[in-house]
């Protein structure tokens, strides 16, 4: 069955960095586009960032662009999320996701996953 197991996620203070990783398994990881969606506290569910199936091709929210970047190893079936930069409104539970659709270049926008890891808590102080 298809598992996502996010992790990377702590405590930092505003302006420092942290690197998410997603560890997939039990589908063709290196045929799906992979997602970052993002929960912060009393909020909904907001989209981070898209990259397609082979890593070359990557989206991301306003809010991000610019300090976060998406990456992913898919000889070793992990997603990575390098976040810089950091901000007190970056602080979320962190969730990686698969797209539904096999190699689509298309951003998701956070639209089209199918399945989603449990999250990693990051929080920035001030």
């Known amino acids: 069955q298809v598992q996502l197991v996010e992790s990377g996620g702590g405590l930092v203070q505003a302006g420092g960095s942290l690197r998410l990783s997603c560890a997939a398994s039990g589908f063709a990881f290196s045929s799906f586009a992979m997602t970052w969606v993002r929960q912060a506290p009393g909020k909904g569910l907001e989209w981070v960032s898209d990259i397609n199936s082979g890593g070359g091709i990557t989206y991301y929210t306003p809010s991000v662009r610019g300090r976060f970047t998406a990456s992913r190893d898919n000889a070793n079936n992990t997603l990575y999320l390098q976040m810089n930069s950091l901000k007190p409104e970056d602080t979320a539970v962190y969730y990686c996701?698969?797209?539904?659709?096999?190699?689509?270049?298309?951003?998701?926008?956070?639209?089209?996953?199918?399945?989603r890891g449990q999250g990693t808590q990051v929080t920035v102080s001030s």
């Open positions: 996701a698969k797209d539904r659709i096999p190699y689509s270049d298309y951003p998701s926008r956070g639209t089209r996953f199918d399945y």
